[in-house]
């Protein structure tokens, strides 16, 4: 069964620091999403990005934070000058949205990248 | 803003129980309700959706309800096992245009053999 799949699975970066972390979506999805979730919190939503763009961010997604798509298959999160309060586990997530009832399906989740900043 | 609430928090019960997990939001205009299991240090599995026009959904000894109107849904757990100790999460999805998953705390389940 397709996964979608993320990159690296541990991260530890010094503050200030610019991180990237990457995933590869299952290949026809159309919806991508990024969450975070600190330890011991419920799972935050960040953005999701759909026809190579923002469609929804919320509070948490700041400057500091920017979200690209560079080729066909890969989905990446960048903060660009991290803090201490950014250390979480970041969820990838994938999924076919739309109006269409066939389209009302299940968002599907990497194993996240757990980043720590030092 | 959506919230979402589940109760209870933390659960302990003896194997082949049947339980009942609970989850309200105050928001009822959602695209659809996806259940997830949270393995401790692991991702997300789906584990049930209900499209916001469904009442009931089933996959094997899940079954999962929604009462789109009174911000409710439930799930059922049958015969329950130890292997299904884990954290069950409850997300409903706005239906705004980036269909984002607002996630309760879950409710923490221990089978105990």
């Known amino acids: 069964e397709p996964e979608v799949t993320q990159t690296p699975s541990h991260q530890v970066t010094q503050m200030g620091q610019e991180v990237i972390l990457r995933c590869v979506p299952i290949s026809n999805h159309l919806y991508f999403y990024w969450y975070r979730q600190i330890l011991g919190q419920k799972v935050e939503f960040l953005v999701s990005f759909y026809n190579n763009e923002i469609s929804e961010k919320s509070e948490i997604f700041d400057d500091q934070f920017s979200v690209e798509r560079p080729d066909g298959s890969n989905f990446t999160l960048k903060i660009r000058s991290t803090k201490l309060e950014d250390s979480a586990m970041y969820f990838c997530?994938?999924?076919?949205?739309?109006?269409?009832?066939?389209?009302?399906?299940?968002?599907?989740f990497g194993d996240g990248t757990r980043l720590s900043i030092l | 803003k959506q919230e979402v609430t589940q109760i209870p928090a933390a659960l302990s019960v003896p194997e082949g129980e049947n339980l009942v997990l609970n989850c309200s939001f105050t928001?009822?205009?959602?695209?659809?309700l996806q259940w997830f299991r949270q393995d401790p240090g692991k991702g997300l599995t789906s584990l049930l959706l209900i499209q916001s026009s469904q009442r009931e959904q089933t996959s094997g000894r899940l079954n999962a309800s929604l009462d789109k109107s009174s911000g409710r849904s439930t799930l059922y757990i049958a015969a329950s096992q130890p292997g299904d100790s884990a954290t069950y999460l409850c997300a409903p999805a706005g239906s705004n245009s980036g269909y984002a998953l607002n996630f309760g705390k879950g409710t923490s389940l221990l089978v105990t053999p």
């Open positions: 997530a994938s999924g076919i949205q739309g109006l269409l009832e066939w389209a009302n399906q299940p968002q599907h």
């Open positions: 928001d009822s205009a959602i695209y659809n």
